[in-house]
């Protein structure tokens, strides 16, 4: 396995198909085919056949894929057979939700830190973790060698705070604010567009 | 054009060509190619060309793509040259946040009601929009024939809540839940879904 050779689109489609499958894991299932697994994602079986082909093989004709030998193949070449800690800068309504949500902790990340400039917030207490204030952020970051960064401050200052987390090491952004942040080649930045996944719905209408 | 004829893969791209085209628009330019609109958006330029090909001639070879045509063309596509009435159910931390986000206004979308079972919440305003029981919400949805909503409530009661807004008529639903909705075929979810995003970029890392 060469990982260099993965396109990105590809590989944009693995956490869906990790996410899939560790559904059915919960719910019992020890096998699946690419057309079941194909009609729970949208995705053609035709597709979903290529995609896993790449990376070895996976199933046996007529036998189909062993679920949790898929899903520790794809945790692997995600990287999240392992738990990334990550930071969340911003602590507006957005902000809390993330620090509060429960979707994190069997995916692979896990929230450390939360940072906010407003005086009234910093100090307060978000789930057993503390607000940091964004002056010493970027010595935090080192220090813990934090990689992962969920962005979630007013559009007015997204670019301005990408630009320092990226000057202190962050390499993955999830970036929640409505705008395009400009960041180096070797940082990688995902835009959570809830515009982008309604626009998908509106065409069925 | 036959719109039964567009597999939905090639649907979910439209919108992200969609953001990426309005984006140049606002930054003054008139044209692009499949490379440049590619390069932006990481997919590449022959993908870009072969989903724009099946919605007519947009470019000539040489010239490029027309941005102000394309995004108009796109827009009747996805049916988002009007403007779609929405709803929010769940004013936790994250309805609040999408309550007040401002990406959907240009986008084609409207928040009209917002509704919660808390009665502490219910009465409350948002950005001039008060915050409704869920009582009387079927009603409401049938009332102002409203197709669109947003589910933010919590994991626990988000399948009870989607079959309520199903029978109220709503065919598009954007889920913040973290789990799976089971919803007849004529309803699309979309599911907000940020592990998803952040195990794209760990692959990277």
Same mark, same amino acid.
């Given at each position: 396995?060469?990982?260099?050779?993965?396109?990105? &689109? @590809?590989?944009?489609?693995?956490?869906?198909?990790?996410?899939?499958?560790?559904?059915?894991? #919960?719910? !019992? %299932? +020890?096998? $699946?085919?690419?057309?079941?697994?194909?009609? &729970? @994602?949208?995705?053609?079986?035709?597709?979903?056949?290529?995609?896993?082909?790449?990376?070895? #093989?996976? !199933? %046996? +004709?007529? $036998?189909?894929?062993?679920?949790?030998?898929? &899903?520790?193949?794809?945790?692997?070449?995600?990287?999240?057979?392992?738990?990334?800690?990550?930071?969340?800068? !911003?602590?507006?309504?957005?902000?809390?939700?993330?620090?509060?949500?429960?979707?994190?902790?069997?995916?692979?990340?896990?929230?450390?830190?939360?940072?906010?400039?407003?005086?009234?917030?910093?100090?307060?207490?978000?789930?057993?973790?503390?607000?940091?204030?964004?002056?010493?952020?970027?010595?935090?970051?080192?220090?813990?060698?934090?990689?992962?960064?969920?962005?979630?401050?007013?559009?007015?200052?997204?670019?301005?705070?990408?630009?320092?987390?990226?000057?202190?090491?962050?390499?993955?952004?999830?970036?929640?604010?409505?705008?395009?942040?400009?960041?180096?080649?070797?940082?990688?930045?995902?835009?959570?567009?809830?515009?982008?996944?309604?626009?998908?719905?509106?065409?069925?209408?």
């Amino acid at each position: 396995m060469n990982a260099e050779k993965i396109p990105d &689109i @590809i590989i944009g489609r693995l956490p869906i198909y990790l996410r899939a499958l560790q559904r059915m894991a #919960e719910n !019992g %299932k +020890q096998t $699946t085919s690419s057309q079941e697994l194909g009609e &729970i @994602i949208g995705i053609s079986a035709a597709q979903i056949r290529k995609d896993v082909s790449q990376f070895g #093989e996976f !199933g %046996k +004709q007529g $036998t189909g894929y062993s679920i949790p030998f898929l &899903i520790e193949r794809l945790q692997v070449i995600l990287k999240v057979n392992r738990v990334w800690d990550m930071i969340i800068v !911003g602590m507006g309504d957005m902000g809390h939700a993330l620090a509060r949500y429960n979707g994190f902790g069997d995916r692979g990340f896990h929230v450390t830190m939360l940072f906010d400039n407003d005086p009234k917030k910093i100090g307060q207490v978000v789930d057993d973790r503390k607000i940091f204030g964004m002056d010493g952020m970027t010595e935090k970051i080192k220090e813990n060698e934090i990689k992962v960064a969920i962005l979630a401050v007013p559009a007015s200052v997204a670019q301005t705070v990408a630009d320092q987390l990226v000057k202190a090491g962050i390499k993955s952004i999830l970036n929640y604010a409505p705008l395009h942040l400009n960041v180096p080649k070797d940082v990688h930045v995902q835009h959570i567009d809830p515009a982008t996944h309604l626009q998908r719905m509106t065409y069925y209408l």
